[in-house]
């Protein structure tokens, strides 16, 4: 079986309350149950809502305790078989504190998680200053194929997909917030922007890109949505509204992927051509100079 | 062969009016929700921002859930009340009147030397007190007028017309105030008419600021995302015209903040203790 049935969640957190987050997720996932997604896709922060500032500290969560909560769910939900969850959370590990996005195999165990490496702290951003970064991007393998995970301003470096495609992901799943600004256009500004992205970045590696974009208003600022899920092809497969929580059903079906990439090989010219390039990288990046 | 070149780039203040009224009708609903109001009040002064002010708000909630206030001194103009009562009428909200002349007068009768400039002051924060008593009475969260021009221009009272705790139009300048404002329906008759804030017989903002807000809106959006002043001055700007508007937002910063409090631990709020304004948990 290649197709794989996804949910992705726009969802509103209840605001730095995780326990009534936690009930409005299991009223979200009664209503989902009878369309049978196989994964469902949670937005960055998900639990608390994006800004908490010094709240961090309060209301991270290691990822036992996240794995333990949303297990608590599933049981409530009374769920059949196996959930495969993507969800966005403030965790705590030794003392530090991060951005970070799971992978689970509920009611069984987490099978991955990322920390955000590109902690944006500019603007209307501050990431940097409650929060440690992550060091790593790597494909991993669920129950359905190789994926990986970025989040949110992850994504807006194209260098992080290209590692993630390179390691063998099919699918990148990106939990996001989103703040709108910039309301000249058909959509805000960063909701126009996440598309352009995940449009280019699906088909410049042929894999599927989902995106799962937070909503609510907090504190003035507006998560947009906007939530998507975009083919190997690079053409949206499904769309959520702007500001207000919806549900996407989408299959992901692996099948597609071999022929847009015998089509569009650009992963195997870069597997190919970048070693070529790394030479350069290390110049750039100054290492050349620092080793001599 | 075809020659083209690119305009010279600017930045656009005008916005996808459909979008920003979905958008900031979003933004009222669900800031009263979390507070847990169900209803707003908003003090009509018969001028545009408070006009657009209620008009967002009636779509928010509907019109049974906003009241508007008048608050009128003696020689607030008749115009005034007249756009004040056609704003309430054009958006189907009844509009409750209540006199700051004797409040405004008990004060002034204690202070002989009062000038003209402090009592619109105190006309201001006469009408806040107004404002929020009537708030508690029909548990109604006051939404403040106050666009982004007049923010950073700081032409406003301190403490008085900048206190209610939710404002959907702090960041849209005047001119684009007046562009929802159209979308919106607020009448032309609100929308066209010289903006004053009434507390000086014949006053207009554009004769107290000394730059027409046409032109002020534009500076202000370059100069805040840090073009330099040639580049500003390249849009066709005087110097005079720059000079002054950055005067007004460099004089006026204190205004834009709360106040001022002598640090002495490593606790202190705002500073190291930082919670957002809705972290309840």
């Not at chain 1, 403030?90 to 490496?117: F, I, M, Q, T, W």
């Not at chain 1, 944006?120 to 990431?127: H, L, M, N, Q």
């Not at chain 1, 256009?185 to 995106?211: D, F, I, K, S």
């Not at chain 2, 007028?145 to 403490?159: A, D, M, P, Q, S």
């Amino acid at each position: 079986m290649e197709e794989v049935r996804h949910a992705v969640l726009q969802f509103r957190p209840e605001k730095s309350r995780i326990g009534e987050s936690l009930a409005r997720l299991r009223a979200h996932l009664e209503a989902l149950r009878p369309h049978a997604p196989q994964v469902v896709v949670l937005p960055e922060a998900a639990l608390t809502g994006y800004f908490l500032q010094g709240g961090v500290r309060e209301l991270a969560l290691t990822r036992h305790e996240l794995l333990e909560l949303l297990v608590g769910v599933y049981e409530e939900v009374g769920w059949e078989g196996v959930l495969d969850v993507v969800v966005g959370f403030y965790e705590r590990d030794e003392g530090a504190y991060y951005n970070s996005a799971a992978y689970l195999e509920l009611p069984h165990r987490v099978v991955h998680v990322h920390r955000k490496v590109f902690l944006p702290t500019y603007g209307v951003f501050d990431e940097e200053r409650y929060l440690a970064r992550g060091r790593r991007v790597e494909a991993f393998r669920t129950r359905f194929g190789k994926a990986a995970l970025l989040i949110c301003e992850d994504f807006w470096h194209s260098i992080t997909a290209t590692l993630a495609a390179l390691d063998g992901a099919e699918v990148i799943y990106v939990p996001a917030a989103s703040p709108a600004r910039g309301f000249q256009g058909g959509y805000p500004e960063n909701v126009a922007r996440w598309r352009t992205l995940a449009q280019a970045v699906a088909a410049e590696h042929g894999l599927y890109v989902v995106v799962a974009s937070l909503v609510g208003f907090e504190g003035g600022k507006g998560m947009s949505g906007g939530s998507l899920a975009v083919g190997p092809d690079g053409r949206v497969l499904a769309e959520a509204p702007l500001f207000e929580e919806a549900a996407l059903l989408f299959a992901l079906d692996r099948g597609r992927i071999a022929p847009v990439r015998y089509e569009s090989p650009l992963l195997s010219d870069l597997e190919a051509g970048l070693p070529l390039l790394l030479p350069d990288l290390q110049r750039v990046l100054g290492r050349r100079d620092a080793d001599t | 062969m075809r020659i083209l070149e690119a305009p010279k780039a600017q930045e656009v203040l005008e916005l996808n009016w459909l979008l920003v009224a979905d958008f900031l009708t979003r933004f009222i609903r669900e800031e009263l929700a979390w507070r847990g109001y169900e209803k707003a009040i908003v003090a009509v002064s018969g001028g545009v921002d408070s006009a657009t002010t209620l008009a967002l708000a009636v779509r928010a909630l509907g019109a049974e859930r906003v009241h508007a206030l008048f608050l009128p001194y003696r020689e607030s103009s008749p115009t005034s009340r007249e756009h004040a009562q056609l704003v309430a009428k054009t958006f189907g909200v009844a509009l409750e009147e209540v006199d700051i002349t004797p409040m405004v007068e008990g004060y002034a009768a204690l202070t002989p030397d009062l000038t003209p400039h402090r009592k619109g002051n105190v006309m201001a924060r006469a009408r806040m007190i107004v404002l929020f008593d009537k708030s508690e009475a029909y548990k109604a969260l006051p939404l403040g007028t106050g666009n982004k021009t007049e923010r950073l221009f700081g032409y406003y009272t301190w403490h008085g017309d900048d206190t209610p705790p939710v404002n959907p139009l702090g960041d849209l300048y005047k001119t684009q105030v007046w562009r929802l404002a159209e979308y919106l329906g607020v009448p032309e008759a609100v929308v066209r008419k010289p903006p004053t804030a009434d507390l000086i017989p014949g006053q207009t903002d554009e004769a107290d600021l000394g730059v027409r807000y046409l032109r002020a809106d534009v500076i202000l959006e370059h100069y805040l995302k840090g073009y330099p002043d040639q580049y500003i001055l390249g849009l066709g700007f005087t110097e005079e015209e720059l000079r002054r508007v950055k005067e007004r937002v460099n004089r006026t910063h204190w205004k834009r903040a709360l106040p001022t409090v002598a640090l002495l631990s490593s606790t202190g709020i705002g500073e190291f203790y930082l919670r957002p304004l809705d972290y309840r948990p």
